[in-house]
């Protein structure tokens, strides 16, 4: 396995080790079926000798726009084992915004997941005149065959073999070919398209093998989102390592799911962990009494034996019989919520508040934050067991070489999982590679004995008129640990003469909040307007100010509307906020905050 030098191989090598162990779980109306690995190469020869036969070139991109689901797994497979390279689309993606991926990766032919996003390709068909086919998963062919199904494309595939060996279609793809084409999150503007190579994958897969952080016996919940970097990579550890991987990509989805299956680990964004905290917390609230008292009484015993855990040391004797109470009457009952076996979670794609991770730790559930960005192959930085600082990103995987720019200490890394460039975009690809050939993340950081700790987006950091500089994603974490009802925050104030911020409050935990306090039958929208809510806001937020620097406290703020979603565009498909987006929908109430010469 470690001289493979391509996806494919990697994938080859993984059915010849372990052809008969399970490989993946998925639902199928309302039970789980599994694939061998054995199984999976079966149904994947059928795909890639479906896209041969209708001449699919090498390094040609296919793209996937679907959900995850079984289905996208193998179609990825399916054409990296046919010489091509995959090139993704996220389901929430509008038709313009398919139309333009589709037509800057120079995309033949489409995978997509049902007949809703196949009517998306048929309306802007007329903009897309390269596409030859789009393959549906779980939808109706079109009359003039220009949609077939995935069934159609392998039954083409069957019998592609009869004369060669699958394994050899591949044999000439070096480690310098495409593999993925996929597009940046797009929190900071347009999506760029990234172009990684198989050589990125084999040395993501090689050096995540290489922690001992995930077994061969272990099974993973898989929901992320595909299209992204964070979800790629964890399928590139799994045909290294092994281990067996339930996917379901439906979020409404999880909470039920993780009983069933029961994982050992999971991978998520920091909006989960937040869920699941504001859960818990008004969750204790609205229980109250006796029982609010216990959660908070093992709370702080959870913090204690963490904080030693943190430094190297033991509990007591006493603090140890009182932890091991806390874990019967309350701790168990959240990892029984995770199905009872799971070792831990895996952090990535946006902050992870430390205050939130030494909350989980606390209740003895563990979460490894890691650090990387799609040009980069996602999997960059990571905490480990035995290796694990929270509130830092952990440190490089071995052979990606970091420093932090001198002046602005931007974050430079250089190493096989780095890009090659940015598809189409020459000059963008040059300004993003320093002199000596180092990615410039465009976020900044501090290092202290090798861990990375992430202080925010160059781009993001607010310069007051005053030009004292803030960085944004420090006070809107602060906020949202203090308040569990905020499921948003933005925090504001480039070029103006003090900070201000929008909140967004998340339905479920609002509710939860006005029954305790005596608002009943009052609709969300009627809330954000209420003055017990304000009121309570303002508390909140006065109570951070009184630990900021002036030049940093919060001045002015309102409570918007509505939640701050991914379908209004508002938040990316790892739900991070899109801060330009958001200030220009909310313009004029920002400009509000600022005419009254208030400073
Ligand atoms: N653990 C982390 N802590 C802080 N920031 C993180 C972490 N993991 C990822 N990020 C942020 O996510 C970025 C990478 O995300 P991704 O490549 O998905 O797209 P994006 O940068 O959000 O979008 P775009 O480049 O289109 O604006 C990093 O540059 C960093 O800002
Ligand atoms: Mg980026």
Same mark, same amino acid.
């Given at each position: 396995?470690?001289?493979?030098?391509?996806?494919?191989?990697?994938?080859?090598?993984?059915?010849?080790?372990?052809?008969?162990?399970?490989?993946?779980?998925?639902?199928?109306?309302?039970?789980?079926?599994?694939?061998?690995?054995?199984?999976?190469?079966?149904?994947?020869?059928?795909?890639?000798?479906?896209?041969?036969?209708?001449?699919?070139?090498?390094?040609?991109?296919?793209?996937?726009?679907?959900?995850?689901?079984?289905?996208?797994?193998?179609?990825?497979?399916?054409?990296?084992c046919?010489?091509?390279?995959?090139?993704?689309?996220?389901?929430?993606?509008?038709?313009?915004?398919c139309?333009?991926?589709?037509?800057?990766?120079?995309?033949?032919?489409?995978?997509?997941?049902?007949?809703?996003?196949?009517?998306?390709?048929?309306?802007?068909?007329?903009?897309?005149?390269?596409?030859?086919?789009?393959?549906?998963?779980?939808?109706?062919?079109?009359?003039?065959?220009?949609?077939?199904?995935?069934e159609?494309?392998?039954?083409?595939?069957?019998?592609?073999?009869?004369?060669?060996?699958?394994?050899?279609?591949?044999?000439?793809?070096?480690?310098?070919?495409?593999?993925?084409?996929?597009?940046?999150?797009?929190?900071?503007?347009?999506?760029?398209?990234?172009?990684?190579?198989?050589?990125?994958?084999?040395?993501?897969?090689?050096g995540?093998?290489?922690?001992?952080?995930?077994?061969?016996?272990?099974?993973?919940?898989?929901w992320?989102?595909?299209?992204?970097?964070?979800?790629?990579?964890?399928?590139m550890?799994?045909?290294?390592?092994?281990?067996?991987?339930?996917?379901?990509?439906?979020?409404?989805?999880?909470?039920?799911?993780?009983?069933?299956?029961?994982?050992?680990?999971?991978?998520?964004?920091?909006?989960i962990?937040?869920?699941?905290?504001?859960?818990?917390?008004?969750?204790?609230k609205?229980?109250?009494?006796? #029982?609010?008292?216990?959660?908070?009484?093992?709370?702080? =015993?959870?913090?204690?034996?963490?904080?030693?855990?943190?430094?190297?040391?033991?509990?007591?004797?006493?603090?140890?019989?009182?932890h091991?109470?806390?874990?019967?009457?309350?701790?168990?009952?959240?990892?029984?919520?995770?199905?009872?076996?799971?070792?831990?979670?895996?952090?990535?794609?946006?902050?992870?508040?430390?205050?939130?991770?030494?909350?989980?730790?606390?209740?003895?559930?563990?979460?490894?934050?890691g650090?990387?960005?799609?040009?980069t192959?996602?999997?960059?930085?990571?905490n480990?067991?035995?290796?694990?600082?929270?509130?830092?990103?952990?440190?490089?995987?071995?052979?990606?070489?970091?420093?932090?720019?001198?002046?602005?200490?931007?974050?430079?890394?250089?190493?096989?999982?780095?890009?090659?460039?940015?598809?189409?975009?020459?000059?963008?690809?040059?300004?993003?590679?320093?002199?000596?050939?180092?990615?410039?993340?465009?976020?900044?950081?501090?290092?202290?004995?090798?861990?990375?700790?992430?202080?925010?987006?160059?781009?993001?950091?607010?310069?007051?008129?005053?030009?004292?500089?803030?960085?944004?994603?420090?006070?809107?974490?602060?906020?949202?640990?203090?308040?569990?009802?905020?499921?948003? =925050?933005?925090?504001?104030?480039?070029?103006?003469?003090?900070?201000?911020?929008?909140v967004?409050?998340?339905?479920?935990?609002?509710?939860?909040?006005?029954?305790?306090?005596?608002?009943?039958?009052?609709?969300?929208?009627? +809330?954000?307007?209420?003055?017990?809510?304000?009121?309570?806001m303002?508390?909140?937020?006065?109570?951070?100010?009184?630990? +900021?620097?002036?030049?940093?406290?919060?001045?002015?703020?309102?409570?918007?509307?509505?939640? +701050?979603?991914?379908?209004?565009?508002?938040?990316?498909?790892?739900?991070?906020?899109? #801060?330009?987006?958001?200030?220009?929908?909310?313009k004029?109430?920002?400009?509000?905050?600022?005419t009254?010469?208030?400073?």
């Amino acid at each position: 396995m470690h001289d493979c030098q391509n996806v494919a191989a990697l994938f080859h090598s993984r059915v010849l080790q372990t052809p008969n162990s399970e490989a993946f779980r998925y639902p199928v109306e309302n039970r789980w079926e599994s694939l061998t690995w054995q199984q999976t190469r079966d149904r994947v020869q059928d795909i890639s000798g479906g896209l041969l036969a209708l001449g699919l070139q090498p390094e040609e991109r296919c793209a996937i726009l679907s959900g995850t689901c079984i289905d996208w797994i193998l179609a990825d497979l399916g054409i990296l084992c046919a010489s091509g390279a995959t090139t993704t689309i996220y389901p929430s993606n509008t038709a313009p915004e398919c139309a333009f991926i589709l037509s800057d990766s120079g995309t033949r032919f489409v995978f997509a997941e049902s007949d809703e996003q196949v009517a998306k390709l048929q309306q802007v068909r007329g903009d897309i005149p390269k596409v030859e086919k789009v393959i549906v998963f779980q939808g109706t062919p079109s009359q003039d065959e220009w949609v077939i199904t995935l069934e159609q494309l392998s039954q083409k595939g069957r019998g592609q073999f009869l004369s060669r060996s699958f394994e050899d279609v591949t044999k000439d793809v070096t480690k310098d070919k495409l593999a993925t084409l996929i597009y940046t999150s797009g929190t900071t503007g347009h999506p760029k398209g990234v172009e990684l190579l198989h050589d990125c994958w084999i040395y993501e897969s090689e050096g995540i093998a290489a922690l001992n952080l995930l077994r061969y016996d272990d099974l993973q919940y898989l929901w992320l989102p595909l299209a992204h970097s964070f979800g790629k990579v964890l399928q590139m550890a799994q045909l290294r390592i092994g281990f067996a991987t339930a996917v379901d990509g439906r979020p409404d989805k999880l909470v039920d799911n993780l009983a069933v299956i029961r994982p050992t680990f999971v991978a998520a964004v920091p909006r989960i962990f937040e869920k699941i905290y504001a859960k818990m917390v008004s969750g204790a609230k609205e229980k109250g009494g006796w #029982r609010q008292k216990v959660f908070n009484w093992a709370m702080k =015993v959870g913090r204690q034996v963490s904080r030693l855990q943190q430094e190297g040391k033991r509990p007591g004797l006493l603090l140890s019989m009182k932890h091991y109470l806390a874990s019967r009457l309350v701790f168990s009952k959240l990892h029984g919520l995770f199905g009872g076996r799971l070792r831990f979670f895996v952090s990535g794609s946006a902050p992870l508040s430390a205050s939130l991770n030494e909350f989980f730790h606390a209740a003895g559930v563990i979460i490894y934050e890691g650090y990387g960005l799609t040009e980069t192959s996602a999997a960059t930085f990571v905490n480990f067991p035995g290796h694990n600082r929270i509130g830092t990103v952990g440190s490089a995987l071995p052979g990606t070489e970091v420093k932090l720019a001198e002046g602005d200490s931007e974050i430079l890394i250089k190493g096989r999982g780095v890009m090659r460039a940015y598809h189409n975009q020459p000059e963008m690809t040059a300004e993003t590679f320093d002199s000596e050939g180092y990615l410039k993340t465009g976020d900044i950081g501090t290092l202290e004995d090798g861990f990375l700790r992430i202080t925010d987006r160059k781009k993001d950091l607010i310069k007051t008129s005053g030009g004292k500089y803030v960085a944004p994603q420090a006070l809107e974490a602060q906020l949202k640990m203090a308040c569990p009802q905020i499921s948003q =925050v933005l925090v504001h104030g480039n070029n103006r003469n003090f900070c201000s911020c929008l909140v967004a409050l998340d339905p479920a935990a609002l509710k939860s909040w006005a029954t305790q306090n005596g608002l009943t039958n009052i609709s969300y929208e009627e +809330l954000t307007r209420n003055e017990k809510v304000r009121e309570m806001m303002q508390g909140v937020i006065e109570t951070l100010n009184k630990t +900021l620097p002036s030049y940093e406290t919060l001045k002015k703020f309102a409570i918007l509307p509505a939640d +701050l979603t991914l379908e209004a565009g508002d938040l990316t498909p790892s739900l991070k906020l899109k #801060r330009k987006a958001v200030e220009a929908k909310y313009k004029d109430l920002l400009d509000s905050f600022y005419t009254g010469g208030k400073d």
